[in-house]
């Protein structure tokens, strides 16, 4: 089992908000970062650091942390958005790098 | 725009070295982190390690006993060797540039990691 903990599902209908949620200890320390992965293609890069957006991702997309909990939101989640979602971070010893297990994000 | 490409075979056979080579294009290989993931067919993506442009290396505990990587800074790549392998080790295998930094707010400081670019994958299956 991951250091990091990610609802398997999720859904939201189009149009509304939907926030996917990572936890783990080592997240009192630390930021996650965020993957978008569509099938048949590799991960991409949606938010790292403190509410930070790569070029040419939606600013609907949007991070943040509380606790030993990390959130990616969707505000006004578009058809496109259904994906599976990674977190990243560091492992409790703070020497590796863990992914969550993966949310897979269903837009209705 | 850096591009990353792997290459290797697709096809191993059981107890046998994997081997797969990534190269990096529009930019230096120096001076960043440079990490292998995997994702076996139907699961999540797990991190194997990363290696910096000087060659030190950090690899997942529970696959450092039979991996070993490797920068090649002429040619712009960086490899992956995994020993002994077996059904488990079939995934698709991705490379990815890896960034890391620490932010301090108020009296506390937090770290992470990114992968910002990535590679398409390559499928690897291990045959018995």
């Known amino acids: 089992s991951s250091e990091l903990t990610q609802d398997p599902t999720v859904s939201v209908a189009s149009g509304q908000t939907v926030s996917i949620t990572c936890q783990g200890d080592s997240l009192r320390s630390s930021y996650a970062s965020w993957y978008q992965q569509k099938p048949g293609q590799a991960p991409v890069l949606v938010i790292y650091g403190k509410n930070k957006r790569p070029s040419g991702i939606p600013d609907r997309f949007s991070g943040s942390s509380s606790g030993n909990t990390a959130s990616l939101t969707i505000t006004g989640a578009q058809a496109e958005d259904e994906a599976d979602y990674y977190c990243?971070?560091?492992?409790?010893?703070?020497?590796?790098?863990?992914f969550g297990g993966g949310t897979k994000l269903t837009v209705l | 725009q850096v591009q990353l490409q792997e290459s290797g075979p697709g096809l191993v056979k059981a107890s046998e070295t994997l081997s797969l080579t990534c190269t990096v294009s529009g930019a230096s290989i120096s001076p960043f982190y440079w990490s292998w993931i995997r994702q076996p067919p139907g699961k999540g993506l797990e991190w194997i390690g990363y290696?910096?442009?000087?060659?030190?290396?950090n690899y997942n505990p529970s696959l450092k006993s039979r991996v070993t990587m490797s920068v090649d800074t002429p040619k712009n790549q960086f490899s992956l060797k995994l020993d002994s392998v077996t059904a488990a080790d079939t995934a698709v295998y991705y490379c990815?540039?890896?960034?890391?930094?620490?932010?301090?707010?108020?009296?506390?400081?937090?770290?992470?990691?990114?992968?910002?670019?990535w590679g398409k994958g390559t499928t690897v299956t291990v045959s018995s």
């Open positions: 290696i910096y442009n000087t060659g030190s290396t």
């Open positions: 990243n971070s560091r492992d409790t010893s703070g020497a590796h790098v863990v």
């Open positions: 990815a540039r890896l960034g890391s930094a620490m932010v301090t707010s108020g009296i506390s400081s937090y770290y992470y990691y990114y992968m910002d670019v």
